[in-house]
């Protein structure tokens, strides 16, 4: 059995959720009647309309936050919201990425390695998530089993490496695995219940993968719908055993 079906009013938190699988989650959840709150946050109002026009049909369930996940301010602020409504969250799911914008597009060799693009990278796909981890834990500290998920890459696994480049998106990848490995050792022991994950959604059809959608093979090139489904099947057939493990969207896990 699911753990969502274990409970009564599941309260849910999806971090990035104006666009591409955030909002793809945001819109699966929103069709699951177990589901009582969709907390949903984004960055930029003027790219989340879709998002905003999905919380005025559904006012009651859907609630938006405006949060830059490179800020710990903003941060322990929406989680502060969040917390005067409800008082637990039973799934989060960080889908925060970002591979390329503007003159930042990943590196083919080592001459193409600039320190401000290695930093940015680090600050939206590692750091963020395991501030996240940090001021999300007093809601996730109850008797109900949860899941904090954060999406990854296979790219980021080191063991898989075997054609190398990318290096920035590479290494903050390996770097979000190795901090939520290590949160999920600490929510084991301050937080049982709860099992901390990092997910490989497969290449999916978002503004993220589009610039390099051209090699990837039309059966492997997922529908934001069949992510979501594929990820969320995932995430709740997890058991006790799974927390800090790193899970490909077919259930299979992945070498770090």
């Not at 602020?77 to 591979?99: D, F, M, P, R, W």
């Not at 999916?204 to 959608?213: A, G, I, K, M, V």
Request: net charge neutral; charged share 20%; with cysteine.
């Amino acid at each position: 059995m699911s753990f969502i079906d274990e409970i009564n009013q599941v309260n849910t938190l999806i971090v990035g959720a104006s666009q591409g699988i955030g909002l793809g989650f945001v819109k699966k959840l929103l069709l699951d009647e177990r589901i009582s709150k969709i907390y949903a946050t984004y960055r930029q109002p003027d790219s989340a309309f879709e998002l905003i026009n999905l919380a005025s049909e559904h006012p009651e369930r859907l609630i938006c936050l405006s949060l830059d996940s490179t800020e710990e301010l903003q941060i322990a602020e929406a989680i502060q919201q969040i917390s005067t409504q409800v008082n637990k969250l039973h799934l989060v799911v960080n889908c925060v990425g970002l591979l390329h914008e503007g003159t930042l597009q990943p590196e083919k060799s080592l001459k193409q390695i600039n320190s401000e693009n290695l930093l940015r990278y680090f600050q939206i796909n590692s750091i963020g998530a395991v501030l996240l981890a940090k001021h999300l834990l007093p809601l996730f500290k109850h008797g109900e089993r949860s899941v904090f998920a954060s999406i990854s890459a296979k790219i980021g696994s080191i063991g898989d490496n075997q054609i190398g480049g990318w290096y920035g998106y590479r290494a903050s990848k390996a770097a979000l695995n190795m901090l939520m490995r290590t949160a999920a050792i600490e929510y084991g022991r301050s937080s049982p219940k709860t099992l901390v994950v990092t997910l490989h959604p497969g290449t999916t059809d978002t503004r993220l993968s589009q610039p390099f959608q051209k090699n990837v093979p039309a059966e492997k090139l997922f529908s934001v719908e069949r992510t979501v489904t594929q990820l969320l099947n995932v995430i709740e057939q997890l058991q006790e055993g799974d927390s800090g493990q790193f899970f490909s969207w077919d259930g299979s896990r992945l070498p770090w």
